[in-house]
């Protein structure tokens, strides 16, 4: 089995159209699967935009399949996080995410699975905690985030036996990124964001193949992902 994968991260709203029509361009060439590790948007931790952010009408054209949540798109309030969200064109991933009280909206789902070319995909989404529950803020938000690695290892057992290929698409940073290799040898391939620090060509930790990619629209990583036995073997561009 083969799939090629294209990866971007920390766009911070940087956003043009030479790049978006390259992403385009990339993935009908490829037949690729678009995905984002987090940061896409203008608005800071605390701000609030007034109206849908222009990142998310770039990325529908560019054409993304999933997204993982990234602290810029998160708000500690249900409101200011729905209007961040306003508009995403595809699934926002988190997994370590969960809201306080069981009637709060949430913008975000923790796992996206598709079919591509045959092979299985299961993504699971990971963000860096914006606030725990020891945290002084933790009475003033709606939400609560758990630990990254516990939570990955306890959705593992449910998406490996339906999975062909195994993603973390998170929003941790590198060094958070190879703990979680290194805790859960389980995983194919970590696509991550958060520390601004591309690694090209994808590295392999405990088994597992991680990349970043560069932040600020600077560049995109196609990865070629072609199954041999149990494992995947990577080649990047």
């Known amino acids: ?106 913008p975000a789902q923790p796992v996206w699975q598709i079919t591509h070319h045959g092979v299985r995909v299961a993504l699971i989404g990971l963000t860096t905690p914006m606030v725990t529950p020891r945290m002084k803020t933790a009475a003033l938000s709606a939400y609560l985030f758990d630990p990254p690695v516990e939570t990955a290892r306890q959705w593992i057992p449910r998406l490996r036996p339906e999975a062909d290929l195994l993603i973390a698409l998170t929003h941790l940073g590198v060094s958070q990124d190879r703990l979680l290799a290194e805790a859960c040898p389980e995983l194919d391939v970590i696509l991550g964001g958060h520390s601004h620090t591309p690694i090209s060509p994808p590295e392999q930790v405990n088994g597992v193949w991680v990349s970043q990619s560069p932040p600020f629209c600077k560049g995109v990583t196609l990865l070629t992902l072609v199954q041999h036995g149990s494992r995947w073997v990577c080649s990047a561009s």
């Open 1 to 106: 089995m083969r799939i090629a994968l294209l990866h971007t991260n920390d766009a911070h709203n940087r956003w043009n159209e030479a790049f978006v029509v390259q992403l385009r361009a990339l993935k009908a060439h490829h037949d690729a699967l678009l995905l984002d590790s987090g940061d896409c948007i203008r608005s800071g931790n605390l701000g609030v935009p007034l109206h849908p952010e222009p990142a998310w009408d770039w990325m529908c054209q560019a054409g993304y399949d999933a997204i993982a949540l990234g602290n810029r798109e998160f708000h500690i309030t249900a409101w200011g996080f729905l209007a961040k969200t306003r508009g995403a064109p595809c699934p926002l991933l988190c997994a370590n995410i969960r809201p306080k009280q069981p009637d709060t909206p949430l």
